[in-house]
């Protein structure tokens, strides 16, 4: 069993550059290092939407890439999300995702098993 718990910014202002954690309990560092982690995102209205992985390697979604960075510490059962010159239109709430394998980098939520309580970003302008 994986416990992720997001550590959020709340409120931003657009162009800001906030960056999300996500810690992960209840797993040794090396079986962290074999589950693929991701962050995923859901807007008011919206379905939910991938944002970006990390298994293998890194992986952006398109509407975020260039932008958003995900990158993991494997010695602190962490995954981040940097988000860089942020727009109205990322504001949702993000969610952390694992699921064991690290060979590939998923981008579809029905692939992972386990998931965070989400944190709520905003985004002012």
């Known amino acids: 069993q994986v416990q992720l718990v997001e550590s959020g910014v709340g409120s931003v202002q657009a162009g800001g550059s906030p960056r999300l954690s996500c810690a992960a309990s209840?797993?040794?560092?090396?079986?962290?290092?074999?589950?693929?982690v991701g962050w995923f995102r859901q807007a008011p209205g919206k379905e939910c939407e991938f944002v970006a992985a990390?298994?293998?390697?890194?992986w952006s979604a398109d509407s975020v890439k260039g932008r958003f960075t995900i990158s993991r510490d494997n010695a602190k059962n962490t995954v981040y999300l940097q988000m860089n010159s942020l727009k109205p239109e990322d504001m949702a709430i993000y969610y952390c995702?694992?699921?064991?394998?690290?060979?590939?980098?998923?981008?579809?939520?029905?692939?992972?098993?386990?998931w965070g309580q989400g944190t709520q970003v905003t985004v002012s302008s």
């Open positions: 995702a694992a699921r064991s394998n690290s060979g590939k980098t998923y981008t579809n939520a029905a692939d992972y098993t386990y």
């Open positions: 209840a797993v040794s560092g090396r079986t962290f290092s074999s589950h693929t």
């Open positions: 990390f298994g293998w390697i890194g």
